[in-house]
DNA sequence: GAATTAAATGAACGCTTGTTTTATTAATTG
DNA sequence: CAATTAATAAAACAAGCGTTCATTTAATTC
């Protein structure tokens, strides 16, 4: 056998895309091969090489293109000028639901970073950066303000990326929390992180 | 060559823990292979043979003594019958020690888990559970007596356990901040979080 | 309908993996 | 000092790895 009947080149590419998130998220990257991939496809290995120059180039842009939907998903309902409190919110709802549909994704993106290149690990770095760096601005505007209590503008957001993200290891759809649920209490509980005084003065 | 000048066998062992350890943190159980352990001792990979039935039961044993070093370092700082805002603040600040001071043990622990046999892992997650829900009982009774304001025990325990074990993926010692102070900060803000009043009346 | 392009196969490559076996030397014991 | 045990080296093992190659078939184009 060769070319199979009703192949087509898009479809295959997005089931490879899906098959290797699902199996490098439940099994790491390194402990899955190229074989077992090609295998939950339906093709030979061989075929991969068609669209992934090598494995590693996969596993890049699958997280390539998770950090992009997530700045993309953060760009389209950032508030424009509102306050640092509206800001926050809105931040972290975002988050929540972004990391809680795409589970599997987030988990490659977090846990193999060691597999990559210097090159490319300082790429998906510069991306996350930029991501975080929304917080550390919203945190910022917040202390100065005078509506949030931030002791240390860096400090505080790595403790509240990692308590929101934190969210998809024990987080299961179906169960008896609905999204909305956690998300609120997620809210709920980084308002009370930052002492976030409610009451507007502007 | 066969057996060298000075060897012994504790020493040996104690320095593939080691070795393991550190390889395993920083590079993936998966991607270390047993001669850069081995290499990284100074000693032939079948050396590691003698002390480890299996490159698995080498994690395993790794993981088992941490999470039974937690437990333990837990045990020894535990108050007795204080109030639940008293043992919040030493859970907390006992933790946030112990994993500054094994960040890559905690590495290992958290990351490599489904690299385990599922009777392993069913015995690592065991500890672990053991282990929060001591926070779980503390937040539980801080609730009940009304010294602490928690939404949803389980899902807060998860969002503090998250928040304070994240200190080991940013948290550099020798840096502007010294373990006090990171300590002290997230302390502060899981007081925050859960609305501590710290005014005594019983 | 022939020529071309796209999509995939199947076999093979060289290399590395975790592990086992066997032999050898150092330290310890009686 | 002889016998025994502990600790290691060295070499080999089969299995599996990521990847390449030549080839074949399906779909498209002119």
Redesign the pocket.
């Known amino acids: ?10 479809r ?1 590419e997005a089931a490879i895309r899906e098959a290797a998130v699902d199996l490098f998220a439940r099994r790491g990257y390194e402990a ?5 991939i ?1 295998a939950a496809v ?6 991969l ?2 669209y992934f ?4 180039d996969l596993l890049f842009e699958l997280m390539r293109s998770h950090m992009a939907a997530l700045i993309g998903s953060w760009d389209v309902v950032r508030p424009a000028d509102a306050d640092p409190v509206e800001r926050l919110s809105a931040f972290v709802d975002n988050h929540i639901r972004f990391h809680v549909e795409r589970r599997h994704s987030t988990h490659v993106s977090n846990m193999e970073l060691r597999s990559l290149s210097k090159e490319r690990l300082s790429q998906i770095l510069r991306l996350r950066t930029a991501y975080e760096k929304e917080l550390r601005t919203i945190l910022r505007d917040g202390a100065e303000s005078g509506r949030l209590a931030v002791d240390d503008v860096g400090l505080t957001a790595m403790a509240i990326i990692q308590m929101i993200t934190g969210v998809i290891v024990w987080f299961r759809p179906d169960e008896r929390l609905s999204v909305e649920e956690v998300a609120r209490t997620y809210l709920a509980m980084t308002l009370r992180l930052t002492a976030a005084d409610s009451s507007r003065e502007n």
């Open positions: 056998m060769a070319r199979t009947t009703g192949s087509d080149g898009e295959t899955v091969t190229t074989r077992q090609a339906g093709v030979q290995a061989a075929a090489y068609r120059p090598t494995k590693e």
